[in-house]
Nanobody, 115 residues
Framework: QAQLVESGGGLVQPGGSLRLSCVAS????????MGWYRQAPGKQRELVAT???????NYLDSVKGRFTISRDNAQKKTYLQMNSLKPEDTAVYYC?????????WGQGTQVTVSS
């Protein structure tokens, strides 16, 4: 049974940084595209960033230059480094693993940006 577990969320002031982590188990990690999504209250879930096994990345326009996604295939981990955080980044952040039509999700971690 595949499982994704996120950690690293919390409360941070505007301009601050957080690093989210996601550890995977029960799947062949290096065959999956890993991603981070977020969902703010009253809004649809949106794609924040993705990274292929080879390291190709893709970002939501509003986080480009502030967020960095990375992965460690040996440890089956994915990271999201978030810098220069803004109040509009407040959301529940979800880790995703995708292989063609197969999708796995973590339980989510809350990120709150507020003074």
């Amino acid at each position: 049974q595949a499982q994704l577990v996120e950690s690293g969320g919390g409360l941070v002031q505007p301009g601050g940084s957080l690093r989210l982590s996601c550890v995977a188990s029960g799947l062949t990690f290096n065959t999956y595209v890993m991603g981070w999504y977020r969902q703010a209250p009253g809004k649809q879930r949106e794609l924040v960033a993705t990274i292929t096994s080879g390291g190709s990345t893709n970002y939501l326009d509003s986080v480009k230059g502030r967020f960095t996604i990375s992965r460690d295939n040996a440890q089956k981990k994915t990271y999201l480094q978030m810098n220069s955080l803004k109040p509009e980044d407040t959301a529940v952040y979800y880790c995703n693993a995708r292989f063609y039509s197969i999708d796995y999700w973590g339980q989510g971690t809350q990120v709150t940006v507020s003074s």
